[in-house]
């Protein structure tokens, strides 16, 4: 495997918007222990912005920055924004991801989209519309 | 920054002397082995001194002694050697889930050739029960491959008693099923006596004992039906091509002398600082458990399952603190399966993703051990203050 | 006693700069290139970057080169690695009757695993005709391994054309045959271009160009299928099981660094005295004759054979006045039979059994050749004189 | 192959009774081209004496030293004591011989009994007793 790039490094060694928020105005869960990573997504919503975003982990050093980097990426920004954010733009803002490593930021960007899935069905009643957790991982703990 | 080396298990550093024995073999005695003139003589010379080194270190005859370019191919060769040469005879092979990835890998290659093969399961502690060997040879067995110590979890295998079993069952209906064992994680730390363990084969690597990189051998008892694993010209008594690493040999050499008088200080140094991290760990840190067997162990090895965090993340904070360790983590090496070993022990895929191992060698010390045990907690907690896992406690 | 080493083809002496680039890898950085902590990766690093030399050298991207423990071990993975993995579209491979052994022992044993092979036949000169190839190819074949220059007697065979043929093929009947070739004996020799050669796979190994033994590699095109033959870890991309042997690569990139800068100036240098030490044995010794093309030949390789005596008694005499070559006669490998290669090309058994072999290198001199010229027909005569078979003349 | 002793080295730098007998008594000829190893033996005999004796050799260094050991031992000695000298005697003398040379030394004993056959053919009209060399070898030049 390549060496993570020093910005993974720094995130992982210093990651931003680490923890919960109580009242959450949606939250994403994605991920499980059979698989080594699990991501947990706080998003807070005023007038369409994300105006507070929190993450917890369990995972490795890439899943770490990949949060890490996600909740930069969509902090203060408007929901229609943080649609656009893609897991390759939060492996293009950490400088890259090792081929292995690539999963973590799918789990991210899953993460923001069970996050706004939960946010639309607790606004309007109805999910994200299309969304479908790509690193959904179905095998259960043996 | 000060740098603590604890993954003498993935290699070791090369022990001066050793350096200092390969240098003239580069380009001052630099003969090919096989060449009939002056210096390939002296280079052929050089070579069998070394061989009756090993020899010697392994209790074997020099002639009983392939060298190779390191563990993973004296494994190749002793399984894929020993079950093509002896196809007619049968085509089942018997070994562990917890073998190295070069024996398991041979093995399932040999699976795609249309051989059979036995996987035994070990016990918690990683044991395999030798009466598992007995209920699994079978009249088209023709090898039994179990490792000496496992490299993860630094269990230590009953050799002996199951080279009585094959041997036994060998009489019983004359067979000769072969018996080969990987000592790659053993040779620096156990007295290995080829004709006490009873093997037939047996894998080691110099560079897991202060030896170079790219050298190893496989023992090979006389009289056993073997054909190359690396095809090739006559060298190695027709048992292995390719022109000898002179200077990995000459370093190989020396490395086994330097083992053989120094190994039960070694042990004597490493026993109690390895004592000393495991009861730390599982003292300080709540929600660990120790991986391996608690007494039948390497006197290097330190395998733990820190709950609710994963392991590399764990050991990429200890190398931000300049430790060097390693772990079964999926994570670390790209699959998506964790361990093998761990899991074969009984260990939760989580337990498995959780789990960090320091090997300890020559150069430890008391100072690192207490640096170990003064960083990890912190970093543990920290991490598990961001696991989703931890809070669902 | 003054020692002239004539065996360059045999081995190298490494070259200073090589050893010199080789020592901080023994026990500085030591880690091990898998490892995921500072150790690990800063080998790891020194290895990428050994590797992006070899594959300059080789006109290659880093990612198609796989470190392998030499000549013998690339062509072993090049062959099994082959036809392994490419069984289920064919079972035929093609390769000549003068390849190495590790070719031909290779190719012998996948036909003790059911595979055919067609072991092409050579021209009086050595040469391959690529005719040859085109009518061997079937819609089985699955592979052609033909070496780049023998390393007996020097030939260099028409790789480009052949290659051209297998694209060919390989367009008409929608195929995918790859092609290997052996280019351990020209690396230091040609220039040696991937792309140019056409080649999907290629073989070199270190020690035959002033790096370490124990270490050379296998270029393997992008695409290829291809599973690993040294089964183990994650290693080398899942290429090749094996902690990488981290000097000796370090070495290998050296040597491959010295090969591009010098080459040139070393064939310059080797040509003409090449041809003096062919000129003057075959004009001094009455019933001598050049072995291998007169032209297509690597610059520094001289086979001949001297008729009415034999291989093994002129190389020991020629060692007892310090001069180092090397024989195709039987006599001295312990084998029945002389040279295969001598054979394919013709010659009789005694003419093959009469065979001297110089290989020049870097530090051979114009007085190195007039010594041997010097000495050489002194011990055919006196050995003539004591040979039936000249009396019978 | 492991080196030559330095016996065999020293018979192989000097090898004795290099030579031909023109009205040699008896004469033995062993090996062929194909083989590798020749030799040719003439032998010399007065009063059960063998009082001269000459070999000629094509072949390798182990089989030069081989002729040259066993002229040495044969030299002057009687036929009987002669008859007792075997393959093993000259490897012995030699100071041992690698493997793959052994059969060198069986082509100087079969040379010597082809020898005393062909003096007892002349002498007698009837060959040695037993005698079938072993180092026949009955493939032909392709
Ligand atoms: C043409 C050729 N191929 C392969 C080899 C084998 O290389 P190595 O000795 O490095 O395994 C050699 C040299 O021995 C060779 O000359
Ligand atoms: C138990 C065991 N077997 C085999 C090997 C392979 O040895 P090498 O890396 O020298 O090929 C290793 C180490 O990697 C090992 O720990």
């Known amino acids: 495997m390549e060496p993570y790039t020093d910005k993974v490094v720094e995130h992982f060694k210093n990651p931003r918007n680490v923890g919960e928020i109580e009242d959450a105005d949606g939250i994403g869960h994605i991920g499980s222990e059979v698989c080594g990573d699990i991501m947990d997504l706080y998003i807070k919503v005023k007038n369409n912005v994300l105006v507070d975003v929190k993450y917890k982990t369990y995972g490795c050093g890439a899943a770490i920055a990949s949060g890490s980097m996600l909740t930069e990426l969509i902090k203060g920004k408007t929901i229609d924004d943080v649609l656009k954010v893609t897991n390759k733009r939060v492996v293009e803002a950490l400088g890259g991801l090792p081929g292995p490593k690539v999963h973590c930021s799918v789990l991210a960007e899953d993460a923001l989209k069970s996050a706004l899935n939960d946010y639309y069905l607790k606004t309007t009643g109805k999910g994200l519309p299309g969304f479908k957790p790509r690193s959904e991982h179905s095998h259960d703990e043996k | ?393």
């Open chain 2, 1 to 393: 920054m000060k740098r603590i080396y604890m993954d003498y298990a993935a290699t070791t550093p090369t022990h001066e002397e050793v350096v200092a024995a390969m240098q003239p073999y580069y380009n001052n005695i630099f003969g090919n082995p096989s060449s009939l003139h002056f210096f390939g003589r002296e280079a052929r010379k050089a070579v069998d001194e070394a061989r009756l080194k090993v020899a010697n270190f392994l209790n074997a005859k020099p002639e009983e002694i392939v060298f190779t370019s390191g563990g993973t191919e004296a494994d190749n060769f002793a399984l894929k050697g020993i079950a093509f040469t002896n196809r007619e005879r049968g085509n089942h092979v018997i070994t562990t889930k917890i073998e190295h990835h070069a024996v398991l890998e041979s093995a399932q290659f040999l699976e795609t050739q249309g051989f059979e093969v036995t996987y035994l399961d070990v016990d918690t502690n990683g044991l395999v029960n030798p009466e598992d060997v007995k209920n699994a040879l079978t009249p088209q067995t023709t090898l039994v491959s179990v490792m000496h110590a496992n490299n993860e979890v630094g269990t230590i295998q009953p050799i002996e008693e199951i080279a009585k079993i094959i041997t036994d069952f060998n009489h019983e209906h004359s067979r000769s099923v072969y018996f080969h064992t990987d000592a790659v994680q053993t040779a620096g730390a156990l007295n290995i006596d080829v004709q006490k363990l009873g093997v037939g084969l047996l894998s080691i690597s110099a560079h897991k004992f202060y030896g170079p990189k790219g050298v190893g051998a496989l023992f090979i008892k006389k009289g056993t039906r073997i054909k190359p694993f690396m095809h090739g010209g006559g060298q190695e008594r027709r048992r292995r091509g390719s022109t000898e690493n002179v200077p990995g040999i000459m370093g190989f050499g020396k490395a086994v002398e330097i083992v053989m008088k120094e190994r039960e200080n070694w042990v004597k140094h490493l026993e109690p600082l390895r004592n000393k991290l495991i009861e730390g760990i599982l003292n300080i840190i709540p929600d660990s458990m120790l991986n391996g067997h608690p007494q039948k162990r390497l006197p290097n090895n330190i395998n733990v399952t820190i709950k609710y965090v994963e392991g590399e993340s764990m050991l990429l904070n200890l190398d931000l603190e300049g430790i060097a360790c390693s772990t079964g983590s999926a994570c670390s090496s790209g699959s998506l399966e964790p361990s093998h070993v761990l899991r074969a022990l009984g260990r939760t895929h989580s337990e498995s993703h959780g789990s960090l191992r320091f090997t300890l060698g020559r150069h430890s010390t008391k100072e690192d051990v207490a640096d170990v045990l003064g960083v990890l907690p912190k970093i543990v907690t920290r991490l598990r203050e961001m696991s989703p896992l931890y809070k669902k406690k």
